[in-house]
């Protein structure tokens, strides 16, 4: 019984033990540092699964980097005012906008040429792929709307009146696009069959929401806003079900669906890491980054996170934090997962 007792007391302190180093243990770690060179004004990355590759908007131009080589292969350009990517998985064309002339180009993957052109809203932004409606949107920061384009024609749909400015937009494959309405502290549903608004829901907490990503399986929405938290919001009915605190700055959040964690990225130099179990969604941890770090992008297979920054020398006049960087140092920032 003795034996019995010193065997049960001995697992449970290595259990313990465990449990400690585990809990002690950072959750990502800084495994790769890329630099990116000028300009240092930078906005949306997108991971692309299929080809293992990194688009980095910054300037007039989106950098390609290879996240199986950590090496940059590419430059698709020039896009005077470039925002945002999307690639089409069918083709594997590479979508880009450019604010200053209005206009989203599609770019061939081997070569990184352009290979067509469309019209979109005035202060092209954001664009993501849908592909239920085989579309791209590109949403007008200042066109208070999206611009639809077919994947299949090319062409350019009538314009989707939103009458407040849009920021990030994620679309759950079957058929829904959702998207942060920063004025109005909304999330904005859109039947991308028939690019119609189907539903306006508020955002409780969260003022001036800017990242925005999915759990498409359970239906969720996390929006990481301006006021300093991170909403999960049920994708079907629009209730808030969870708020969580963040950082300051934040301007993109992403899903983990193999670890079931939402992330938001902040300005602030911390990356806000979300368990999402079923019925419990809890903070994990706050990651120290590098300041200015607010944008993301995240490799689900691996778990790897992409922040861009470049080097601060000091703080500029602003939102906070607002910071003035030295030239020619962005760099990309690969973190890995711990645990």
Known sequence: MNRLKTLAATLLAAAFSATQTLAQTPLYHLVQTIPLGAPTHWDYLHFDA???RVFISHGDEVTVVSART???????????????????????????????NSVVEAFDPKTFKPVSSAPVLLDADGVSFDPASRKIFVSGGDGDGFTPVST??????????????????VADGLGSLYVDLVDENQIARIDTKTDTIIARWPLGACQHPKGLAIDAKDRLLFASCASGVLVAVNADSGAVVATLPIGKGTDAARYDPVRHRALASCGDGTLMVVSVLPGRITELGRVKTALGARTMALDPKTGNVFLVTARVTGAAPGGAPHYKFAPNSLELLIYAPNH
Not at 70 to 96: C, F, M, N, R
Not at 152 to 169: Q, R, Y
Request: zero cysteines; a negative charge; charged letters at 15%.
């Open 50 to 52: 299929p080809s293992s």
């Open 152 to 169: 299949i024609t090319g062409k350019a749909g009538p314009a989707i009146a939103l009458g407040s400015s849009p920021e990030f937009h």
């Open 70 to 100: 950590d090496k940059i292969i590419g430059e698709l350009g020039p896009l005077p005012g470039s925002h945002g990517i999307a690639v089409d998985p069918a083709t594997g064309l590479i979508y880009a906008d450019s604010a200053a």
